[in-house]
């Protein structure tokens, strides 16, 4: 009997120490899962600000003011851009026949890259000659480099500019579209991919 109370006992006092073994572990385990749950309280990183649209517009980019006076600022067409800046100054839409005029004044000079923005300006607001200018400096059968700023023929180009000379009542584009589609049509039969695409998009 006696010995049953000894390990009755020794049973005692072993839980009370086993009950506090187990409930630091509780703690250490409940310490770790509280540390390792995130704050529901930590604000989220800000979103970067989003970024400006760009207007949409069918219109033409606004040309730069240019940086010096129209006789110094004359290469990669910046003689083109600021005569056109100029000419809006005034608050007015320029003359198609002016900027035309202009174009013809520095291709004679042999400024051709200002030359053909200034032509294609004023073909897109309805000068026709313009339009055969620049149809003439893309068609196979006119181009050459002395003339062209266009490094080499682009019939595709060409039939874009005769069209609008034609719809801006050109007569001289009649005969250059007809000339230039026999052109195509034998460029296309002969293989050329190119001319094959242009007849598809013909009228």
Do not use: C
Not at 60 to 66: F, G, K, R, S, T
Not at 122 to 139: F, V
């Amino acid at each position: 009997m006696e010995k049953e109370y000894e390990e009755m006992n020794n049973n005692d006092t072993w839980n009370p120490r086993r009950a506090r073994v187990l409930m630091v572990l509780v703690v250490i385990i409940t310490a770790i899962a509280i540390w390792l749950v995130p704050d529901s309280e930590e604000q989220a990183p800000t979103s970067l600000p989003a970024l400006p649209s760009a207007p949409e517009s069918s219109e033409e980019l606004a040309l730069p003011p240019p940086s010096g006076g129209i006789a110094t600022v004359t290469s990669g067409g910046d003689g083109a851009r600021a005569f056109i800046y100029e000419l809006r100054a005034s608050g007015a839409e320029p003359d198609a026949n002016e900027v035309f005029a202009e174009a013809e004044r520095l291709q004679g000079k042999g400024e051709l890259e200002d030359a053909y923005l200034l032509y294609r300006f004023a073909a897109r607001h309805g000068q026709a000659q313009a339009a055969m200018n620049l149809g003439t400096q893309a068609d196979p059968a006119f181009h050459a480099t002395a003339t062209s700023y266009l490094p080499e023929p682009e019939p595709a180009q060409a039939y874009k500019w005769y069209s609008v000379a034609l719809a801006a009542g050109n007569e001289e584009a009649v005969v250059r579209m007809q000339n230039l589609h026999k052109r195509v049509q034998r460029n296309a039969a002969n293989g050329d991919e190119q001319a094959q695409r242009l007849l598809l998009q013909w009228q």
